[in-house]
């Protein structure tokens, strides 16, 4: 994996994937900003959140589960200190799906927590509490 961060102005900056995509980064204003982009940690968070909905989606189908929406919402702290790392993230996943069983969602979340989502086990194994919690919508 690849990628470059160009800087573009003030504490703003492009991030280039290898794989051709961009996204603009930008502090707050009271840190030299502009405010036009994600800050760096909200795109470290964000990461981890759609790295295990990645999971949860496939693993869910792989089952043949009727998923039909998935949503991922993400609450991090961090550490009032320097460098402010994060010390705790929590996925609540919200399923959206015909006749899913509760069990099957459980399992798929386990599974992304505890093999699969990288991002995620980085973070936990680097000291970072890591919770997740579910709810099932029927379509």
């Not at 690849?2 to 492009?14: A, E, L, P, S």
């Not at 799906?97 to 992304?112: C, D, M, T």
């Not at 505890?114 to 379509?139: P, Q, R, W």
Request: proline content about 2%; overall charge negative; some cysteine.
């Amino acid at each position: 994996m690849k990628g470059r961060i160009k800087w573009v102005q003030d504490v703003m900056f492009v991030a280039e994937s290898d794989s051709g995509h961009g996204i603009v980064l930008d502090g707050a204003p009271e840190s030299g900003g502009r405010n036009l982009g994600m800050r760096p940690m909200e795109l470290v968070a964000l990461g981890v959140g759609s790295c295990s909905s990645y999971d949860v989606v496939t693993i869910l189908k792989k089952a043949r589960q009727e998923v039909t929406a998935c949503e991922a919402e993400i609450e991090a702290s961090r550490v009032d200190a320097t460098p402010a790392v994060f010390e705790s993230i929590h996925l609540h996943f919200v399923v959206t799906g015909k006749s899913l069983n509760e069990a099957q969602v459980k399992r798929a979340i386990e599974l992304s927590a505890d093999k699969y989502c990288s991002a995620s086990i980085m973070l936990k194994n680097g000291g970072v509490k890591i919770t997740h919690g579910f709810e099932i919508v029927e379509a």
